[in-house]
Nanobody
Framework: QVQLVESGGGLVQAGGSLRLSCAAS????????MGWFRQAPGKERELVAA????????YYKDSVKGRFTISRDNAKNTGYLQMNSLKPEDTAVYYC????????????????WGQGTQVTVSS
């Protein structure tokens, strides 16, 4: 098993940036593909970005392409989501997730989830 803890959320003005971190503990982080999801009030959870075990393959939701970057540092057991040019519609609770599948996994089929971190973008 792996435990995930997100950090780095907060309040930012439109056009600003945030970097989310996902610290993993438990089994070797490099054996898991990971993803970042978000859920806004009244909406379903959606995949924002996903990355393979080694970080060589990445996937992005169309609306964040060119603005968000997913990465990972397996030596530090940490995943990241760099978010630039933030928009009010990016406001949501952001979750990191992990799966033992090679990835990137573009469905919600992840076995392990963090508790989420709030991102609020003001206009």
């Amino acid at each position: 098993q792996v435990q995930l803890v997100e950090s780095g959320g907060g309040l930012v003005q439109a056009g600003g940036s945030l970097r989310l971190s996902c610290a993993a503990s438990g089994r070797t982080f490099s054996t898991y593909a990971m993803g970042w999801f978000r859920q806004a009030p009244g909406k379903e959870r959606e995949l924002v970005a996903a990355i393979s075990r080694t970080g060589s393959i990445r996937y992005y939701k169309d609306s964040v392409k060119g603005r968000f970057t997913i990465s990972r540092d397996n030596a530090k057991n940490t995943g990241y989501l760099q978010m630039n040019s933030l928009k009010p519609e990016d406001t949501a609770v952001y979750y990191c997730a992990a799966t033992s599948r090679p990835g990137p996994v573009t469905t919600t089929d992840y076995a392990y989830w963090g508790q989420g971190t709030q991102v609020t973008v003001s206009s």
